[in-house]
């Protein structure tokens, strides 16, 4: 990941990251709040040897190094068993002498015959009167344990040369170092859950991994709509929105598929189910009518039709009834809108979905609808649960793979397209739905589709068609070409094999 993949993660993940510090926050406030208050007192000591030399300097000098080394080893007397049975013993104390000398600390101060000896309680007067206590016991002690057998004072002494005093606040918790704390422990985890998160997430989130993965062009980037499941025309709904624009740019980028064996007829489809293909290939077919291109719109999805429901027509008559000979194709097919396209159906669900629409009968069909319009454009079902979508793209120019970004994961797409290299099936691109327009992912309109070899007017899609010149006419002359519709037949991929 670079600099500008982390900055997009944060920018992505901050509610998380907000989430995760203010957690952290909350349980160190709620630590401080139930925590309970220690104070602390100390007092130091002084540890000195005792002359006994008429050379005071080489006394002096001797006696200072053998009081460092002395101090050194003080510090664990100081805070041993035997100071706290001391003073458990002194003060008649109700703890331990195990309880209070884990109130002790004591430490030799580097290069000096200093210790200083600290005692934590929960009662500050009571932390000041441990204090004193240790220092006037250990002072007895040493005593006691340098005086010479042979009678004599000891030859080093211990001096307290600071008392304790009473504490002025308790030493822990301490709520500023503790909320400090928890807010950079919560921003690491918080980053650290988000960049982890991101990782893990194999979703397609971006118009590069899309084509790289799929080796094919990103032909359209279609944003996110909410209200798409209650108006899935866009086109025909609402003209001026950036979804119904983001339909128009990908009827334009049409124009550079396959431009040596134009296609007459081609299959949407996609990975998995709820990816949008068949609002995808509805919008898609209305604009290229409204562009003047004559469309066929055929609803390949036996098994889960829903074209006709978009599209408000009777679905009981259609595909299937023409393949089983129960209708003509010129019963079937139905008018829909002013523009002139044609919508076949799928009818009746059959109980072998796969076998019709790989029978030659569907072939027939297919050459058939060619040859009576300039584009036909057939929604299947997906590529991964069944083979319908596959078995149409052999008889078909090619295929469309719908991908629903954020949802639809790379291996889910690189299965997909491996099923259809299987049968030879020809991909023409594929088209990134429901994009987020808001937020670090989002993709503005015009922006992103993958076409690296076009002008850089084109890519970013900042020549609309009649700002370019070019009427409604004119695009669908360049789509279909100049070829007349009974010569047509024989432009399929499949034919030219």
Known sequence: MELRDYIRVLRKQWVLIALTTALAIAAAIGYTVRATPLYQSSIKLFVSAQERT?????????????????AKSYADLLSGPRVAESVVADLKLSMTPGQLQ?????QALPDTVLLTASVTDTNRAQAQRLANAVGVQFAALVDQLERPPTGGP?????????????PGGPVSPQPTRNVGLALVLGLLLGIGIAVLRETLDTTVKSTQDLQERVGAPVL???GFDPEAKTRPLIVQADPHSSRAEAFRQ?????QFVDVDHRPTSIVVTSSVSEEGKTTTTANLAISLSQAGIRVALVEGDLRRPRMAEYLGIEGAVGLTTVLVGRASLDDALQPWGDAGLLVL????TPPNPSELLGSQGMADLLRELESRVDLVLIDAPPLLPVTDAAVLSVIASGSLLVVRHGRTRREQVSTAIESLR?????????ILNMAPTKGPDAYRYGYGYGYDYRPR??????VPEQAAGTTPDQVAQRLVGDVPPSARQGRSRRATR
């Open 54 to 70: 008429t050379d005071t300097t080489s006394a002096a000098y001797q006696g200072g190094l053998f009081s460092q080394q002395r």
């Open 102 to 106: 884990a109130k002790i600390k004591a």
């Open 154 to 166: 000891a030859p080093i002494k211990v001096e307290v040369v600071e008392n304790a005093r009473l």
């Open 220 to 222: 359209g980037v279609i």
């Open 250 to 254: 990908l009827r334009t980028n049409l």
């Open 345 to 348: 159906p799928s009818g009746a």
């Open 422 to 430: 299987r049968v030879d099936a020809h991909l023409f691109g594929v």
């Open 457 to 462: 007017s084109v890519v970013a899609g900042k």
